[in-house]
């Protein structure tokens, strides 16, 4: 998946998926990261579906632990930093405090219950991917193109549709580790990513997530 790269990371993508039909690359106008993980996840072709952040924070050997969560049942497993044997390593105090304060705000008015949404490390059946990737508004079809980097809350609208259409969710603990470099600029984020918040209830409210089909519809496609 290429946002709009301005280097060679497309070439060298394409070059090397030319020789492994298994690899499909994706090239988008930069539109940001939640654009960027819907085409990823809607042009997936597995039976599972995973996306994880590029700077690995999360090893991808805790995979392992989502696709066991699948094969016990549930159609959408979410690594979480929170809870009975999660782990964060060198987070600093402000990135702790905004992501629980951002959480309780989630909870309070979208998705009660789950304590993380914001772990860039989640996987779906195949069918659950299809359903709810397709139905994004937010950060959907119409997206539009974006100058620099674009942190945002579009999890808390991929878990909110997850929930309405009536998949299971099941939250893994994980490890995590807080990379140099990262991308979140703390004032900024967190009003872009409250502002999301609100627009997905807003969504709600009118009605438009009202036609969205039922997990056991979605199965049968």
């Known amino acids: 998946m290429d946002d709009g790269s301005n280097d060679r990371t497309l070439e060298i993508m394409r070059e090397f998926g030319r020789e492994r039909p298994e690899i499909q690359v994706v090239a988008n106008a930069h539109r940001g990261k939640a654009f960027a993980v819907r085409s ?6 597995g039976d599972v579906v995973f996306f994880s952040d590029a700077d690995l924070s999360t090893p991808l050997d805790e995979s392992r632990r989502l696709l066991r969560a699948l094969e016990r049942g549930a159609h959408v497993a979410i690594g979480s930093r929170e809870g009975t044997g999660a782990r964060r390593q060198d987070e600093p105090f402000y990135r702790h405090l905004m992501g629980r304060g951002f959480n309780f705000l989630v909870q309070l008015m979208l998705v009660p219950g789950v304590r993380d949404t914001q772990c860039g490390f989640k996987m779906f059946s195949r069918q659950a991917a299809r359903a709810i990737f397709s139905r994004l508004r937010r950060y959907g079809p119409d997206a539009p193109i974006v100058k620099g980097p674009m942190v945002t809350a579009f999890d808390v609208e991929v878990l909110f549709l997850a929930r309405k259409l009536g998949f299971k ?3 893994v603990p994980v490890q995590w580790k807080h990379e140099v470099g990262s991308k979140v600029r703390p004032m900024l984020d967190a009003i872009r990513m409250a502002r999301d918040v609100g627009l ?3 969504n709600d409210w009118k009605g438009a997530y009202s036609l969205a089909r039922r997990a056991d ?3 049968t496609r």
């Not at 990823?40 to 072709?45: I, N, P, S």
């Open 200 to 202: 997905v209830s807003w």
């Open 40 to 45: 990823g996840m809607l042009a997936a072709r």
């Open 217 to 219: 519809e979605a199965e």
């Open 169 to 171: 969710i099941a939250e």
